[in-house]
T-cell receptor, first 114, second 118 residues
Framework: AQKITQTQPGMFVQEKEAVTLDCTYD???????LFWYKQPSSGEMIFLIY??????QNATEGRYSLNFQKARKSANLVISASQLGDSAMYFC???????????FGTGTSLTVIP | DTEVTQTPKHLVMGMTNKKSLKCEQH?????MYWYKQKAKKPPELMFV???????INESVPSRFSPECPNSSLLNLHLHALQPEDSALYLC?????????????????FGPGTRLTVL
């Protein structure tokens, strides 16, 4: 069963604008962790931001923030003031209490236009 | 040192060759992972080592053989691969494997090995 859904295969954003990348998840477990990773064309997966299911506030890391709506089971990534270097694939992932697995979404390809 | 290193960066091999991919981390992490990633797809988990013991094998063909010599090193031995095994192979590590609770440790990924099987 699909646990993480990213419905935007590709997104475009103008440089300096903000962009939201969507992510919804599916689990009946009350305890889980949500992650966003960036993967440039070089291939390395870069950790961006983390949200725990019990966290009361939305996570923020610099220009990245996570819009966590627990009732809707969504964990959208917001990138403010986009830069050309933000062009990459972005993966949403979820970790559950059982085992060491990450469940990855299918990814969103973001292109920042000058 | 918050880095996971992988060697080689690129590897081209024939279907009869034997080769190995190497991964190293010095962050004191006790879980290490191998993923396979095809272009434009998410990473697919292959193996998980927890405290140097194989804890997850996602039904990977036996032509892929993992090895964890110590807590810092993870190898992936390759033998008799097929062209469809060509992919980016990513290694990752994380702290405190298998914990439950409110905090889940992020996985730190290496830069990957781009494997081409001819």
């Amino acid at each position: 069963a699909q646990k993480i859904t990213q419905t935007q295969p590709g997104m475009f954003v103008q440089e300096k604008e903000a962009v939201t990348l969507d992510c919804t998840y599916d689990t009946s477990d009350p305890s889980y962790g949500l992650f966003w990773y960036k993967q440039p064309s070089s291939g390395e997966m870069i950790f961006l931001i983390y949200q725990g299911s019990y966290d009361q506030q939305n996570a923020t890391e610099g220009r990245y923030s996570l819009n966590f709506q627990k009732a809707r089971k969504s964990a959208n990534l917001v990138i403010s003031a986009s830069q050309l270097g933000d062009s990459a694939m972005y993966f949403c992932a979820m970790a559950l209490p059982t085992g060491n697995q990450f469940y990855f979404g299918t990814g969103t390809s973001l292109t920042v236009i000058p | 040192d918050t880095e996971v290193t992988q060697t080689p960066k690129h590897l081209v091999m024939g279907m009869t060759n034997k080769k190995s991919l190497k991964c190293e981390q010095h962050m004191g992490h006790r879980a290490m992972y191998w993923y396979k990633q095809k272009a434009k797809k998410p990473p697919e988990l292959m193996f998980v080592y927890s405290y140097e013991k194989l804890s997850i094998n996602e039904s990977v063909p036996s032509r892929f053989s993992p090895e964890c010599p110590n807590s810092s090193l993870l190898n992936l031995h390759l033998h008799a691969l097929q062209p469809e095994d060509s992919a980016l192979y990513l290694c990752a590590s994380s702290q405190d494997p298998g914990t439950s609770g409110e905090y889940y440790n992020e996985q730190f990924f290496g830069p990957g090995t781009r494997l081409t099987v001819l």
